[in-house]
């Protein structure tokens, strides 16, 4: 039989979903658009972003999966073998899922959440909460042969259940020679397996080991080798409980004699997350940015990566009972499938988790380009789905797309340095710099030079290319030592104005430094700022506090009409046509539209989600249609007064 890894959370993983939460929310683009009247989904074919911490196959109904997830939070099922995804956490939602389990003895499946365990029969339509437990975090499930089950509970402890309805606590009672112990040891549960006799029991736990019991949870022992340490993943011998494998945060642990000692796997030195047993006996370890597989009981391991993320965490796998050539793959950013037992891999899920799109732009050729986190797309006008461009391009995210239309030279800027195209987005090269390898959320091409750029590095400050990114210079006067820029845009004139984590600044050439600008915008993060192409003195300013304007080139700012404040504003979007409209992307309140010369603002429910982050937005070419990209997905909006509005279109940044 197949066994399933129950998906943990150590801390490191904690510390990276706070700072990928916070940085994506932080959105960016702007463009001018023209009363659109309707919305629709315009996201076929792009990418869909999903932390997924755990993937199941069923074993009674062929094709059939089902994938838990952190970010967004809820389940997922798929009927068609991963290709495509639906929502199935009725009962579940806006709760991540930790773990799955089917549980053969009741015909129900088991997930782990964040308030706790629910179980579905596997014909049930609505998850139901386990009452007699409380309602924590459930980091992982297992179970012997004989049904009994067991369950840890994040802050609470170890349970277990010989019925699945009725739960008592499992003490981590001591030994006599482990003296008192670690009295948090209950209370930092991430891992758990069992032998199928039930007699062996263990746990691991976040800062305190790996702890087993040989009697059945009547008394418990640490393991020295793994003393203080996080151990968040755990594979026990599913046929005799003889072997079993431990995950610690640098090193993989086997044991051959039910858990009474232990010695490292040297192969397996590398971080490592989680484990699988096909039915065909072969074992499988996720790592970072591969998969190991042993076929001869783990003595010897390959290693396989191709199609995989680079980088990406394997945080789950899951082998497919009826068919052990057919494995799934849980990560960082979404799910991926192996029809050759683990040695070539290819993304899959449509559907699963939302499309995340960081920058739009046209590619010169009438095509729309839109940067995700799984690099860059392309759709022609009569397509009806997205294509990622030709291979070659780096599988990385991007960030901000920037453009001289006139002499077709692009760039992008990306998670792992700046790329540039000289054909309008046909092909791109890397630019070598000593800047290769870092993040750029932020970048301005200089409209009367495309060889004249600045760029932000993420959580730094500003630099400036004068040779189209190859060498670099400071531009931190004035800044100070820890202020951190967020947005920055250059007019045709030179006017270079940059938002901070606590203000507004402009650049004086004269001086060769920063200087503060609206005293009413300090101690606000400003995350976007648009200079009107068609007059430089008007500026406009998206900050913590809502919108903000200026129309003497940046000397004074007020507020931009009413209904914004409070609200953090990340895009700024004018009708050409009319002046009466308007358009502000915010932070967690989805569009808005003001209708009275830009006096008050009202929210969009007609088609944009309410609660969206809007993080860029692109006119076409005729000006009949607006796209608005969304941590929700990326939306058409479409213009019903047939009225033509030339482009006028001005990109805004954000961070990461």
């Known amino acids: 039989m197949t066994k399933e890894r129950w998906c943990y959370l150590p801390l490191w993983v904690w510390l990276a979903i706070s700072l990928t939460l916070v940085s994506s929310c932080q959105p960016v683009t702007v463009g001018w658009v023209a009363n659109p009247s309707r919305w629709e989904p315009f996201s076929r074919g792009l990418p869909g972003y999903a932390l997924t911490l755990a993937v199941a196959a069923d074993p009674v109904q062929p094709g059939v999966l089902y994938a838990g997830t952190y970010h967004p939070p809820g389940l997922w099922r798929s009927d068609d073998d991963g290709e495509t995804w639906l929502r199935d956490d009725q009962g579940l939602e806006n709760q991540p899922v930790f773990t799955l389990h089917w549980d053969p003895l009741r015909s129900r499946w088991w997930a782990g959440a964040g308030d706790g365990l629910h179980f579905r029969s596997n014909d049930g339509t609505s998850w139901q909460l386990v009452p007699a437990l409380p309602q924590s975090p459930a980091y992982a499930l297992a179970y012997d042969h004989a049904g009994q089950l067991y369950l840890a509970l994040a802050g609470v402890g170890l349970y277990r259940s010989a019925d699945g309805q009725t739960w008592s606590p499992l003490s981590l009672a001591l030994s006599p020679a482990e003296g008192a112990g670690q009295p948090d040891a209950e209370s930092n549960l991430l891992?758990?397996?069992?032998?199928?006799?039930?007699?062996?029991?263990?746990?691991?736990?976040?800062?305190?080991?790996?702890?087993?019991?040989?009697?059945a949870g009547a008394t418990w022992s640490s393991v020295p080798q793994m003393a203080g340490d996080y151990v968040s993943a755990l594979l026990v011998d599913p046929e005799a409980g003889t072997w079993a494998y431990a995950r610690t945060l640098s090193q993989v642990y086997r044991s051959d004699d039910r858990g009474r000692?232990?010695?490292?796997?040297?192969?397996?030195?590398?971080?490592?997350?989680?484990?699988?047993?096909?039915?065909?006996?072969?074992?499988?370890?996720?790592?970072?940015g591969r998969v190991a597989r042993s076929d001869d009981g783990g003595l010897h391991w390959t290693f396989f990566d191709e199609g995989l993320h680079p980088g990406t965490d394997v945080l789950d796998l899951a082998v497919v009972s009826h068919d052990p050539a057919r494995l799934y793959a849980a990560a960082w950013e979404g799910l991926y499938r192996s029809q050759d037992g683990g040695r070539t891999w290819k993304r899959c899920g449509e559907g699963l988790g939302n499309v995340e799109v960081d920058a739009l732009a046209?590619?010169?050729?009438?095509?729309?380009?839109?940067?995700?986190?799984?690099?860059?797309?392309?759709?022609?006008?009569?397509?009806?789905?997205?294509?990622?461009?030709?291979?070659?391009?780096p599988d990385r995210r991007v960030y901000v797309l920037e453009s001289d239309p006139e002499r077709q030279v692009f760039y992008a800027g990306t998670a792992g340095g700046l790329l540039r195209?000289?054909?309008?987005?046909?092909?791109?090269?890397?630019?070598?710099?000593?800047?290769?390898?870092?993040?750029?959320?932020?970048?301005?091409?200089?409209?009367?030079?495309?060889?004249?750029?600045?760029?932000?590095?993420?959580?730094?400050?500003?630099?400036?290319?004068?040779?189209?990114?190859?060498?670099?210079?400071?531009?931190?006067?004035?800044?100070?030592?820890?202020?951190?820029?967020?947005?920055?845009?250059?007019?045709?004139?030179?006017?270079?104005?940059?938002?901070?984590?606590?203000?507004?600044?402009?650049?004086?050439?004269?001086?060769?430094?920063?200087?503060?600008?609206?005293?009413?915008?300090?101690?606000?993060?400003?995350?976007?700022?648009?200079?009107?192409?068609?007059?430089?003195?008007?500026?406009?300013?998206?900050?913590?506090?809502?919108?903000?304007?200026?129309?003497?080139?940046?000397?004074?700012?007020?507020?931009?009409?009413?209904?914004?404040?409070?609200?953090t504003v990340t895009a700024v979007g004018l009708d050409p046509v009319s002046e009466q409209v308007a358009y502000a992307g915010t932070m967690y309140e989805g569009l808005y539209i003001t209708e009275d010369g830009r006096a008050t603002w009202r929210p969009v429910r007609d088609g944009v989600p309410a609660k969206a982050s809007v993080r860029a937005i692109l006119l076409s070419p005729d000006g009949q249609q607006v796209y608005v990209a969304t941590d929700q997905g990326l939306f058409r909006g479409s213009n019903s007064s047939g009225e033509s509005a030339s482009s006028r279109a001005s990109a805004v940044r954000r961070p990461p």
Not at 263 to 276: N, Y
Request: hydrophobic share 40%.
């Open 191 to 215: 891992a758990l397996a069992v032998s199928p006799d039930g007699r062996d029991l263990y746990v691991g736990t976040a800062g305190h080991g790996l702890w087993i019991s040989h009697d």
């Open 261 to 288: 000692t232990w010695t490292p796997v040297p192969d397996l030195d590398r971080r490592a997350h989680s484990f699988a047993l096909g039915a065909d006996g072969v074992h499988y370890v996720g790592l970072k």
């Open 362 to 393: 046209w590619d010169g050729q009438g095509r729309l380009l839109a940067g995700t986190r799984m690099g860059i797309y392309r759709r022609a006008p009569d397509a009806d789905r997205w294509q990622p461009l030709p291979q070659g391009f």
């Open 421 to 567: 195209s000289d054909d309008g987005g046909q092909t791109w090269v890397e630019v070598t710099s000593g800047f290769t390898g870092r993040a750029m959320p932020d970048l301005a091409v200089d409209p009367q030079s495309p060889e004249h750029l600045y760029v932000r590095l993420k959580f730094e400050r500003v630099y400036e290319s004068w040779d189209g990114g190859q060498n670099w210079a400071a531009r931190w006067e004035g800044l100070g030592a820890a202020r951190e820029v967020i947005s920055i845009v250059i007019g045709s004139s030179g006017l270079l104005i940059a938002g901070a984590n606590d203000g507004l600044f402009r650049w004086n050439s004269g001086e060769r430094l920063w200087q503060r600008v609206a005293p009413e915008l300090e101690g606000q993060t400003v995350f976007t700022v648009v200079i009107d192409p068609q007059d430089e003195r008007v500026a406009y300013a998206g900050a913590t506090d809502g919108l903000w304007r200026s129309q003497d080139g940046g000397d004074s700012w007020s507020r931009w009409g009413e209904g914004l404040a409070g609200i």
